[in-house]
């Protein structure tokens, strides 16, 4: 005869009881969600996404934005250009009002949370969303401007990388945001 397990202890799982008093956050720790010991940093309510993720998730929606950019932009020109911006900005308020996440977030499996775990609201979305394609729509007045705006998109990639420890870029500084694993 075996032992029986502890009352609200499943008989086939090894993990660990949950802890007194409640459970964790949902989707995180052992019971789900990012992997196990990844560290979370103050101010984080969950583990901070891989710059990587953060890229291939931003070159998604950037694929994305180019096509329609270029599109209008060939038929509409300067307009065009402004149209397709304010699509892009709408774009990344709307996706990621609704739950932390654009098409490229989702693929990676990370979204957008504000700091210290706090509810995204609509006056940090729209700072975000209109900060970071901004200064793309300037990129076809000129070609100087081209590289000012490359240079701009480069300087918010490598922020991402070395900023300790929330790895935050100007556009989630100023909107108080952070980009973390999405819970499965």
Same mark, same amino acid.
């Given at each position: 005869?075996?032992?029986? %397990?502890?009352?609200?202890?499943?008989?086939? /799982?090894?993990?660990? %009881?949950?802890?007194?008093?409640?459970?964790?956050?949902?989707?995180?720790?052992?019971?789900?969600?990012?992997?196990?010991? #990844? %560290?979370?940093?103050?101010?984080?309510?969950?583990?901070? #996404? /891989?710059?990587? /993720?953060?890229?291939? #998730?931003?070159?998604?929606?950037?694929?994305?934005?180019?096509?329609?950019?270029?599109?209008?932009?060939?038929?509409?020109?300067?307009?065009?250009?402004?149209?397709?911006?304010?699509?892009?900005?709408?774009?990344?308020?709307?996706?990621?009002? $609704?739950?932390?996440?654009?098409?490229?977030? $989702?693929?990676?499996?990370?979204?957008?949370?504000?700091?210290?775990?706090?509810?995204?609201?609509?006056?940090?979305?729209?700072?975000?969303?209109?900060?970071?394609?901004?200064?793309?729509?300037?990129?076809?007045?000129?070609?100087?401007?081209?590289?000012?705006?490359?240079?701009?998109?480069?300087?918010?990639?490598?922020?991402?990388?070395?900023?300790?420890?929330?790895?935050?870029?100007?556009?989630?500084?100023?909107?108080?945001?952070?980009?973390?694993?999405?819970?499965?």
């Amino acid at each position: 005869m075996t032992a029986e %397990p502890p009352p609200g202890q499943n008989p086939y /799982e090894s993990s660990p %009881p949950p802890p007194p008093g409640g459970y964790p956050p949902p989707g995180y720790g052992p019971y789900g969600g990012a992997p196990q010991g #990844a %560290p979370i940093p103050p101010g984080a309510p969950a583990p901070l #996404a /891989e710059w990587w /993720e953060r890229w291939v #998730a931003r070159l998604i929606d950037t694929i994305i934005f180019a096509v329609v950019f270029f599109i209008l932009s060939g038929i509409l020109g300067l307009i065009g250009g402004l149209i397709a911006y304010l699509g892009y900005a709408a774009y990344d308020y709307m996706l990621h009002s $609704k739950d932390g996440q654009t098409v490229g977030k $989702k693929a990676m499996k990370i979204q957008l949370v504000g700091v210290g775990g706090a509810p995204l609201d609509s006056s940090a979305l729209m700072k975000r969303s209109a900060i970071y394609p901004g200064v793309m729509v300037l990129s076809p007045l000129a070609f100087v401007l081209s590289g000012i705006v490359g240079l701009f998109v480069l300087v918010l990639g490598i922020l991402i990388i070395v900023d300790s420890p929330l790895h935050q870029g100007i556009h989630d500084k100023i909107a108080g945001t952070l980009v973390v694993k999405a819970p499965h």
